[in-house]
């Protein structure tokens, strides 16, 4: 299976190097318990292959897994004999950058310019944008040189499916 970027079906696991070492060394026996470990669960999920990348294991599965079928993954993995449990991330599927455009916002408050670290404080205060991981540093243009009006530009961290950012439209 040849994929260029992550796909939907990737568990990506974070972790220290010297745990993708021990894992990557005995696969073939990771990925037979891990399938084991789905089956008793009554999932129809299978896990695949298992690679390795700087410092993460991506288990390639047949199917998207659920919250279930990760929470199992990642009990199995914490639990490898010589693996250190404290240098393992929880699993998580594949993310991908989407864009948030806010219009309508005044360009200078108070006699001063509105910043993108003021934006940046206003979004981790609000309750809507709780969950939300910023990519970078919000992007402010101004509408037009002759308007008082400003345009953000916001790069957050999204699932594939773009589900994060379909429940912050028109909100």
């Not at 190097?17 to 999932?43: G, P, V």
């Not at 299978?46 to 990642?74: G, H, P, R």
């Not at 699993?91 to 219009?103: A, E, F, G, R, T």
């Amino acid at each position: 299976m040849m994929t260029r970027e992550p796909s939907r079906k990737q568990v990506i696991i974070p972790m220290a190097k010297s745990n993708t070492e021990l894992i990557i060394n005995l696969a073939n026996l990771h990925i037979a318990n891990i399938n084991k470990y789905l089956k008793n669960i009554k999932s129809d999920v299978i896990a695949d292959f298992i690679y390795i990348t700087k410092e993460e294991v991506v288990i390639t599965m047949n199917k998207l897994v659920n919250a279930s079928n990760l929470s199992i993954i990642e009990k199995y993995i914490k639990n490898i004999s010589n693996i250190n449990s404290d240098s393992i991330d929880s699993p998580c599927l594949p993310k991908s950058k989407s864009y948030l455009k806010i219009v309508g916002l005044l360009h200078k408050m108070e006699n001063s310019l509105i910043t993108s670290d003021f934006i940046e404080s206003v979004i981790k205060e609000l309750h809507l944008f709780e969950d939300i991981i910023l990519v970078s540093k919000p992007c402010i243009i101004k509408a037009s040189s002759k308007s008082d009006i400003a345009v953000v530009w916001i790069n957050i961290w999204d699932s594939q499916s773009g589900s994060a950012t379909k429940n912050i439209i028109n909100c």
